[in-house]
């Protein structure tokens, strides 16, 4: 042998018995944990099921072999108990940010409030964003006034086109209609002005097609988070999408620049809008452009879900559909149009419906994994050492029989009106960890719930719906987000 191939060789074994070493030291740090048995070895099985676009029944199926506490990589637990999703996040946790959330950049090399692991840049960048969420910026700003707008708008768009009569059938994707509708709220509400969905009815630069294409692959850097430093490099910097692109993410980058450039400039008058707070707050260039892209993406994505599968959810439960009605129906010559947020809060089973609608479809699938402090941490009867990145499983959470009980998979929006007190509460902090709880909770938060609220008090208030397909209503895939396509209805006007 000569010596170069025994010096191949060596480089060869070590490499091996190094790789083997790692191996076998990840497994038994936590092959205490159940969970299935390749997920100890190897990040193939959350890679494999994360690809099959049903990673949040894959892994609640996993909760309900092995537990809320599952070992689903070499490193990596997930979690579908909502007391330790939210002991993970409370703001005085020791907990901090895992690798997942490199996924969360959008833009090579800068980094947003969802990309920043660092506590204390995070903090920092929350704090500077706070004004233009807050109530007071609501209140003063008028994030009401702009959903009353997009809503209208949407029950214009509805009204022009899409009502069937007995001698006219007009089917059309619901799904899609209310990501126009997300869309074009979040742009009023943040940027101060709509994109024009609900005006034009279309998808306006593919925006749509190529996020549903593009979120998928951000899923898998999720569980790759290695890939995310390796894309942002030459050569395959050059797939990710570009200013100069007509359609899709790269026009939306050169929108962001465009329009944070005319904000900024002196001779743009003062706003009302979310965009004013944060400039008042003193954020770089850079970070209101990245504010563009979360209000899209963050903003759009996860609200839409969850009104078409709340609104799914009723017309296909008669019960719930015909309780709701009932109320509406009485509330409604009291009411304004479009009924006020404090107005919807005080309809019981209004609240109980987007309540029930959340629980069932979390419109979150990214794990979002903590990584736990050094001195390790006590979770449901195992040690789990320090540096083990724990994911929040949110459909699991939803449909825990643990803490739902036996009908956890029936939309059955009693259960929250028939409650005690105590339950109550569990319950409510139970679906509110969809939001992340704490330090890390949704910032849009009360945004998402005036627009549901709203929205699906709206849509009943005019519309009876009904599924064109009953065999299968609506198709979904679980990445970053959940995502819909062909959910067609046919919509017919109803006086109440
Ligand atoms: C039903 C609708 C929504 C749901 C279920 C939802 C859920 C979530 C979840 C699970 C997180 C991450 C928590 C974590 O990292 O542990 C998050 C973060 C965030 N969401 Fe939402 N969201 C919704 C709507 C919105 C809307 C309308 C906006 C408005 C722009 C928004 C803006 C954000 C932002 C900025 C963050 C990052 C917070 C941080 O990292 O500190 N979300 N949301």
């Not at 593919?206 to 979120?215: A, K, R, V």
């Not at 309809?347 to 736990?372: C, D, H, N, S």
């Amino acid at each position: 042998m000569s010596p170069m191939t025994i010096y191949l060789y060596s480089i060869l074994l070590i490499t091996f018995f190094t790789f083997t070493a790692r191996r076998i030291y990840y497994w038994q740090r936590l092959r205490h944990i159940p969970g299935p048995a390749s997920a100890a070895w190897t990040i193939w099985w959350q890679l494999s099921n994360a690809l099959s676009g049903r990673y949040h029944e894959r892994l609640k199926a996993a909760a309900d072999t092995y537990g809320p506490l599952v070992r689903i990589g070499p490193n990596q637990l997930l979690s579908t108990d909502p007391k330790v999703l939210r002991r993970m996040s409370a703001v005085r946790s020791g907990y901090t940010k895992g690798r997942f959330y490199a996924s969360g950049k959008i833009v090579p090399g800068v980094d947003n409030v969802v990309s920043l692991r660092d506590p204390a840049k995070h903090k920092e960048m929350r704090a500077l964003m706070a004004p233009g969420f807050s109530g007071k910026a609501n209140e003063g700003y008028s994030f009401e006034a702009a959903m009353n707008r997009q809503l209208l708008s949407f029950v214009d768009l509805l009204e022009r086109k899409y009502v069937s009569s007995s001698s006219d059938v007009r089917p059309f994707d619901m799904a899609e209609k209310t990501q126009f509708f997300a869309l074009d709220a979040i742009g009023d509400i943040s940027l101060g002005q709509p994109f024009g969905y609900l005006d034009k009815d279309e998808d306006l630069y593919q925006y749509n097609e190529i996020n549903t294409t593009s979120l998928p692959l951000m899923n898998v850097v999720s569980v790759m988070p290695a890939l995310a430093n390796i894309v942002h490099t030459w050569p395959l910097r050059l797939l990710l999408p570009k200013e100069g692109d007509q359609v899709g993410f790269g026009r939306l980058m050169r929108f962001a620049r465009g329009y944070v450039d005319t904000r900024l400039d002196p001779k743009t008058p003062r706003a009302q809008d979310m965009m004013q707070a944060h400039i008042d707050s003193g954020m770089s260039k850079n970070d209101l452009i990245q504010q563009v892209f979360l209000s899209i993406i963050a903003g759009s994505n996860s609200s839409a879900h969850a009104l078409r599968m709340t609104l799914l959810s009723l017309i296909t439960s008669p019960p719930a559909y015909n309780a709701l009605i009932h109320e509406i129906r009485h509330a409604s010559p009291a009411v304004s149009s479009p009924i006020t947020w404090a107005q919807a809060q005080t309809l019981p089973y209004l609240q109980a419906v987007i309540r029930e609608g959340l629980r069932m479809w979390p419109p979150v699938g990214g794990l979002g994994f903590k990584t736990v402090p050094p001195e390790g941490d006590h979770i449901n009867g195992f040690f789990v050492p320090g540096g083990t990145e724990i994911g929040q499983g949110f459909h699991g959470v939803g449909r825990s029989k643990a803490v739902w009980g036996p009908d956890a998979d029936v939309f059955r929006p009693e259960r929250w009106l028939n409650a005690s007190e105590e339950r109550l509460k569990d319950m409510t902090d139970a679906v509110d960890t969809h939001f992340g709880y704490g330090k890390y909770s949704c910032l849009g938060k009360p945004i998402a719930m005036m627009e549901l609220h709203k929205a699906i008090f709206e849509l009943v208030r005019r519309f009876d719906f009904c599924v064109v397909n009953p065999e299968s209503p609506i198709k979904t895939t679980a990445s970053i987000f959940l995502f819909a396509s062909d959910f067609w209805v046919t919509m017919t006007k109803r006086d109440l």
